[in-house]
């Protein structure tokens, strides 16, 4: 009897370690049976307002139409959607967000453009929004109600037998490289994008969300992230990303206005994970695809010839209703401004160039101050030769900067320029991009100066990318500022009046941090395009050659 138990319970415990061991086997099966059909992702990033053209929405739209004949259609967003061009300046970012609807969006993630109508302007689009807003490693210590109530770190959706997860993550340099007072409330930052100046934090983080996607079933996982693949403040980049996680699959990625078709980076475990971006202004969208056995490609498409009829029929009447107004002239120019090189790489970012040099004339001469500047990502498009119109004026600066001026002293003026060229470099350009471009570097207006590239920066930043010292050698030399037709010596213990707008000398734009608590002469007078309008046509009169040649010698770099 006592052997017959103990039988018994061999046999017992033989079952339950088979019917485990089968169970197991049974999921793992499940795992890697193959899907009933391919799932295809098709992603934009940094469309910037470009609504219309070669390829836009409408051929978006179509295209999502054909894949869903034979495959499972996600369509997503990385980040910078709502500013750069008339539409978004207008409506403060709203006409995007009806387009977007109309198409039929999934998903998308926030880009530091995002951020730059305000917080409550963004709290109201989130909440038009029909699709879902990612926001994985922003977060708020404030007491408001806030855009972000309306917003997830991921979502998983389900297509066929598969689950795939969607995590979105956001520059940490958004607080520099949008309005940095838009993040305060009493002058406090209240909104963090989890950063440090290594990426640590964004990395750990972003393992702890892909692990939790994949506890919760997803079968793969696809990080949306508006970082770039270039160096920033933050430390933080899609391929760092990519370096110091695991378990995620593939890389969807803007911020840099990189194209990437399709590249494959290893992963902590030297896996590999794909990374792509369509570059910028709709010139492509891009279609992941997903085997039904599970193996990941990319490409990008940069030609479509169909339109959705109902999706361009919408834009066609959103374009209708403010086409008259963008259409009036409002100066004429006898000579093109141009912010790009002729290998397309932005001189404006980090070289003199001609149409920064009348962009800050304009703000100096408008403001009646000593010295001007004006950031290269604040000049957003070429000016046409002949007829200048208010839509023209609107695409190069979008923003809706306000001119303000401050006293400052000759050495705030000093760590300006410091900060504005930390990133310059001996060469101007290389493949079709300026090299060590940044949006903060200041075009001026009252002064020239040189930039010896052989000194390392010495710049100083808190977590947040912000100003905080010039630490050792200073690459800014031969300072000289205009005094009538004279050049003489910047001092740095002189007060000079200097004029820009809010975002640079009150809110700290780019992180300048200088001037904050500067005695204030003009606060918010004009917006950036009427200040430019001002110039061209009652200072210049349209007839910019008689006054501008070429650049000047303003910035000086070896």
Known sequence: MKFHKILTATVLLAIS???SVNAKAAKTAKTREPNDKEITVLYTNDVHCAIDGKLGYASLSAYK??????????VVDNGDIIQGDVIGAISKGEYLIDIMNNTGFDACVFGNHEFDYGMDQLKYLVEKSNFQWLAGNISYKG?????????????IKEYGNKKVAFIGITTPDSITTSTPTFFQENDKFVYSFVSNNDGK??????QKLADKARKQGADYVILMAHLGDQPSASGSTSIAVIQNTTGINAVLDGHSHSVIPEQFVKNKNGEDVLLTSTGTKFANFGKLTITTDGKFSSQLIDSYENKDEDTQNYINAIVSAYK??????VAHSDIALKISREDGSRAVR?????????VADAYRTIAKTDIAFVNGGGIRADLPEGDITYGNIIKTHPFGNMLTSVKATGQQILDCLEFSVRHTQSIASENGKAVGENGGFQNVSGLKFTVDTSIPTSIVTDDKGMFVKVGGARRVKDVMVQEGNNWVPLDPAKTYTVASHDYLLLSGGDGFTMFK????????????????????????????????KGTEGRINIK
């Not at 007491?143 to 979502?155: A, H, M, S």
């Not at 309008?533 to 050659?545: K, R, W």
């Open 517 to 548: 608590g500067d005695e204030v002469l003009i606060s918010k007078a004009l917006p950036d395009y009427q200040v430019l309008i001002t110039y061209l046509t009652e200072i210049l009169n349209g007839n910019l050659s008689s006054k501008y």
């Open 65 to 74: 139409q054909e894949m869903l004949k034979s495959s499972y259609v996600a």
């Open 201 to 206: 934090s964004l990395n750990k983080l972003v």
């Open 350 to 358: 980090n070289r003199e160039t001609l149409i920064g040099n009348i």
């Open 17 to 19: 370690v088979l019917t």
């Open 143 to 155: 007491k408001k109600e806030t855009f972000l109530k309306d917003t997830v770190p991921y979502i």
């Open 324 to 329: 008259k107004d963008l259409d009036k002239v």
